[in-house]
């Protein structure tokens, strides 16, 4: 998928998922393939994965977990809560 094409997030989404959802996926793979991306793809997926922290922590806030997911969630509210005297913004650049 080259740079200028443009996915659904419904479609990422399910990508990621496919991903994800396979006991032996590639992690280490996925994470050195990002680090070897371009350094503005790094910092929007970081500012991706701290909305997604920050949603997870309101879902356990909200009691809205289930054992699939509990420790995902308690982790998240954890981490967002060591942030509270931190800059999280992570510009666009």
Known sequence: MGS????SGKDACEALADF?????????GFIEE????HRTIQ???G?????MLRQWALDFERNNYDARNEAT????AKTV?????CDDFLPYI
């Open 4 to 7: 200028s094409t443009r996915i």
């Open 20 to 28: 994800v959802n396979d006991y032996g996926a590639d992690a280490k």
């Open 34 to 37: 990002l680090r070897r991306s």
């Open 43 to 45: 910092q929007n997926f």
């Open 47 to 51: 500012r991706l994965m701290v909305c």
């Open 73 to 76: 969630c308690r982790l998240a």
């Open 81 to 85: 809560a060591s942030w509270k005297d």
